[in-house]
């Protein structure tokens, strides 16, 4: 299994520009995970789905960000209009459905707004 | 909601000691106690797991002490070497009760690890 697959693997953007994060989870999983991590707040937990519906969104910061889960395989996470601190590493992970069970990570997007 | 309380910030072991990491949790309505590894540029990954209905768990040179009553759990690496040089994070669930809130996992602050050679 390749594991979950983020891409872009980095995003350089301007102030104002809209931008979309990807992620492939692993096949077979019910949950899927996005997170955003920085030096100042750790790693935290934006919004999470189970089987592409979407459970709790109360980590999502502003109306600029939203996420969707199309089909079982794929998933983005937009910012629009993106700004200087939303540059962060924003990782995907995926989960089997049981309470307890390893969430698997994705390498993450390195976002940087200039 | 849950926090999560995780010390220390960094911390720097020779090669050869033991490496101990603390944390914390406030309330949690579910039993499950990972610890994450992430090297740099790299997702965080599982390195091991606790369900207490033990007081400890031990994976190798890796053990997880669990104290329920103090709400507290710790990391030790035995013998720590040069490559377990790593972020480290402990996690919890939330203290919210229903099914889907267990789904959830709220990670501690990290603890930067180096270990001297």
């Known amino acids: 299994d390749a594991g979950v697959i983020q891409s872009p693997r980095h995003e350089v953007t301007e102030m104002g520009q809209e931008v979309t994060l990807r992620c492939k989870p692993i096949s077979g999983h019910d949950y899927l995970f996005w997170y955003r991590q920085t030096m100042m707040r750790g790693l935290e937990l934006l919004i999470y789905f189970n089987n592409n519906v979407p459970i709790d969104d109360s980590g999502m910061p502003e109306d600029r960000f939203s996420a969707k889960m199309p089909n079982a395989s794929f998933s983005t996470l937009k910012i629009q209009p993106s700004e200087p601190r939303d540059s962060a590493v924003y990782f995907c992970?995926?989960?089997?459905?049981?309470?307890?069970?390893?969430?698997?990570f994705g390498p993450g997007t390195r976002l940087t707004v200039l | 909601q849950q926090q999560v309380k995780q010390s220390p910030q960094s911390l720097i072991v020779q090669k050869g000691g033991i490496s101990i990491i603390n944390c914390a949790y406030e309330n949690t309505a579910f039993d499950y106690f990972p610890w994450y590894q992430q090297f740099p540029g790299k997702g965080p990954a599982l390195l091991i797991a606790?369900?207490?209905?033990?007081s400890e768990k031990k994976e190798g040179r890796f053990t997880i002490s669990f104290n329920k009553s103090a709400k507290q759990f710790s990391l030790h690496i035995m013998d720590s070497q040069p490559g377990d040089s790593a972020t480290y994070f402990c996690a919890a669930p939330p203290s919210s009760k229903g099914i889907q809130g267990a789904q959830k996992l709220v990670f501690g602050q990290g603890t930067r690890l180096t270990i001297n050679p």
């Open positions: 606790i369900r207490p209905d033990v």
């Open positions: 992970a995926s989960r089997k459905n049981r309470v307890g069970n390893e969430q698997f």
